[in-house]
């Protein structure tokens, strides 16, 4: 059959390409106006500031749009290799300044809203950022995403468009309290929503057998099915002309479905259907570090990756392609093991719908797959009930065993009956439950750890059987982050700075930094640096104050620990040391005068059902709370604890910070990502050899970071000698007196069993090992305030951090995943 031939466009604009409306003033009001009056349906005289925040949205997308435009053409017609990144998570931030400075008309768009009796910073405080994602690793997507759009390498990133992000943090009595972010409330300006392009992703049913042509083949007959509706993000190159694409997916109950029950007459049922499949994109899980076994977890990991696959497959690829030749043109990069059931998606969708033989199906899917490991946490990686897996995806449960069985042959092969070896390797545990790492890890051309001590603990402690196995599939990518948001938004100051010293490029080209290390000899140039840094410090106080109604003190040496609460980062350790300080003021060991000012800032939320982490909020609330009012303190310590700590946030406390608190116990922080911010905004870093800050060490030299702690074969070794917490105290009379403070209920109005919780398993197990770091914590503490008091030498050793810290941009990162796991074509 020939589709029927449609009439050509006659008309000579139907024919042109896409133009962007000018790149000038008037160029730029024309278009916003344009925006307000037919998008919106309003005159200026009578808009909301809703309105002029999306009017303004629209302008900046309508100057992307022919690139964009471009750019997906260009993606179906290319022959080459293009990257998917299969993430669950996506933590982008706000959009609008992001994309105003790709596009280069961040001064035009202030000028234009100001001809129109407008203050840009008004509408851009209207935007509410998607928070489709828990911390670093949804963060660390959507740095990877703007930098492959930066170096013009074709991607497409696919995620879930979650109605409720991570959520709004408050407090209350110190405690935190959940509130839904409902950030869709007002609207969306930057997504394509095309519901006409929903692919049907099934659910449950069973599997059978049947005859083809005398071959015995296996399908699913699946129970029920939802809809997975794209939503498109541009996500735009830095002043390259690229535009490339994020593609969220939301869930849709099926019309079908319902209106069967409806036309039975349970209208009340068929509600309810709906409800049940509109459920899968409803909600970000706020667990973080450890992984929920739920089964609507599972059902958004499938949801989005077979719609992802099923995308890419039917219909970014000719419809004639030929899929032997799949990993010619795609890899799928898992982001952790949550997109993992796409392994067995991809086989059922090769060998069940395109009728490919297991072997080269399964040849090719090695292929087109790569894994990226986030953790070292033994309980974080993520396995799923067989029984669960079994009645939610049968067809894939088969698949699994089928992988597992031929791969236990292999290495059966390999070492002969060992069935310990066996057991340890095994894809299936012994209680049944899929080890979605291990499927991950054979599954995969290459698996990476995120920083150099992560992958080398990866392959000697996590998966050494593994590594044995397959000789060279095991790499390291250490993380980065992108110097477009992190420094140039962030940072105009500092930008600035750096442009004038060293000239343009460095944005794009970050290794650059580097021609500043002469000048951390300059004396004008740190002074400079330094009121780049105090200017900072003042509209994070401004921010601060408007936003929660807190002080920041003039003069104060800022000292931040910002990410996500939890035993092994060990915000405890900051905090028993805050309280030791508080203590010796008030028990007269030392006079205020010697106490260094400094304000402390913490930022963290606390999943929802981690008891032990709430209570830990609600200690350093309960300690701020005491320690900012008492008198004898002469405001020489402060503690703040901004509610709600975001990537919005993060744009403002990130420049002003003096210190960086990056104190996780070693081998426990995979890589770490604030602490590249930090460094690159001049922050001096207080920390152990953990994570990429092992990295960030070795290159701004031992003199310029304060290293504390064990290292993590010396955790090893007291792990196995038995650890006990009660010897350290009993070694460290500061320690002993800050823990005595807390549990005589000195932050808690005389009730010494508030706190009672956290102390004793401090004392009694820490499976952090703070108590063990605190003696060594306290020293560096030290060593940080004998430099800060020598402003010089300190705003020298700043410098020195920015300098020196070029080789954490994501750049880099996606140029070490170029050439060590995608092999894509090299980079223009
Ligand atoms: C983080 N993982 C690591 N997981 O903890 C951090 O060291 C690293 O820098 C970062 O990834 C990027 O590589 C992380 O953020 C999660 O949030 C998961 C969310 C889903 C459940 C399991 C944890």
Sequence with gaps: LSTPSRPQPTHPLAAAPVTAPEATVDGFVEQFLRNLNNGRGVALSASTPNDRYFALAATVRDYLMARWLEDVRRQRTAQSKGVAYLSAEYLLGRQLDNNLLATGLTEIA???????????????????????????????????????????????????????????????????????????????????????????????????????????????????????????????????????????????????FDLRTFNSGD????????????????????????????????????????????????????????????????????????????????????VDERGLEWDAAWAITRECFAYTCHTLLPEALEVWPSDLL???????????????????????????????????????????????????????????????????????????????????????????????????????????????????????????????????DDASFRQAFASVKAANKRAL???????????????????????????????????????????????????????TPRTFVFGAKAAPGYAMAKRIIHLINAVGEVVNTDPRVEGRLAVLFPPNYNVTLAERVVPAADLSEQIS??????????????????????????????????????????????????????????????????????LQSALDLISSGAFSGGDGSVFEPVVSNLVHHDPFMALADFTSYAAAQQKVDALYADTEAWTRSAILNVARSGFFSSDRSMRDYIDRIWHTPPVR
């Design 110 to 256: 202030g000028e234009a809203l100001a001809a129109c009796g407008l203050d840009i910073d008004e509408v851009r405080a209207l935007e509410i950022e998607p928070g489709l994602g828990n911390g670093g690793l949804g963060r660390l997507a959507a740095c990877f995403i703007d930098s492959l759009a930066t170096m013009g390498v074709p991607n497409i990133g696919y995620g879930i468009r979650y109605e409720y992000g991570i959520f709004r943090q408050t407090f209350v009595d110190g405690q935190q309290v959940e509130q839904a972010d409902s950030w869709l409330s007002l609207g969306s300006p930057w997504e394509f929503p095309h519901p006409e392009a929903a692919q049907t992703i099934s659910f449950g049913g069973h599997t059978e057998t049947y005859d083809d042509d005398g071959v015995t083949r296996s399908r699913w007959i699946p129970a029920w099915n939802v809809q997975a509706v794209p939503h498109n993000y541009m996500v735009p190159g830095y002043h390259n002309g690229r535009v490339n694409t994020l593609r969220l997916w939301s869930a849709q109950a099926t019309q079908g």
């Design 267 to 350: 209208y009340q049922e068929a509600v309810r259907a709906q409800t049940y499949a509109e459920n899968i994109s409803k909600v970000l899980y706020p667990e973080d570090s450890t992984p929920q076994g739920k089964e609507l977890r599972l059902q958004q990991q499938y949801f989005f990756v077979a719609a992802s696959i099923s995308d890419f497959v039917n219909l970014i690829l000719p419809r004639d392609f030929d899929l032997t030749r799949l990993p010619e043109r795609v890899i799928f990069q898992l982001n952790d093991t949550h997109p993992v059931i796409g392994v067995p998606e991809l086989m059922r969708v090769l």
């Design 390 to 520: 079994g009645r939610l995806l049968p067809r894939h449960l088969e698949i699994i065993y089928r992988i597992n069985d031929e791969f236990l042959d292999e290495v059966r092969e390999r070492y002969g009956d060992d069935e310990d070896r066996i057991r340890r390797m095994s894809i299936i545990a012994p209680d049944g439950a899929v080890r979605m790492a291990f499927l991950a890890t054979v599954a995969g051309s290459k698996v990476n750890g995120v920083a150099e001590l992560h992958s080398q603990l990866l392959r000697e402690k996590v998966l050494p059987d593994f590594d044995e196995f397959f000789p060279g599939k095991f790499t390291n990518v250490t993380n980065g982050v992108t110097p477009r948001r992190f420094v140039k938004l962030a940072n105009p100051g500092l930008s600035r700075l750096i442009t004038d010293t060293i000239g343009p490029g460095w944005l794009t080209d970050l290794e650059r930094l580097r021609e500043l290390e002469p000048f951390a």
């Design 541 to 595: 106080a401004k921010t601060l104050h408007a936003r929660d109604g807190l002080t920041v003190d003039d003069g104060h040496m800022l000292d931040v620990m910002v990410k996500r609460l939890h035993e092994y980062k060990r915000q405890t350790l900051k905090l028993l040391h805050i309280v030791s300080q508080y203590d010796a003021i008030v028990s007269g060991r030392v006079s205020p005068a010697e106490v």
């Design 665 to 734: 116990l070693a081998g426990k922080e995979a890589s770490g990502t604030g602490n590249m911010k930090f460094a690159l905004n001049g922050a001096l870093t207080i920390g152990t050899d953990d994570g990429a800050n092992v990295e960030i060490r070795q290159l701004v030299g031992d003199e310029n970071f304060f290293l504390f702690g064990m290292t993590e074969p010396e955790v090893a070794t007291l792990a196995d000698g038995g650890y006990h917490p009660i010897d350290f105290v009993r070694a460290d009379e500061n």
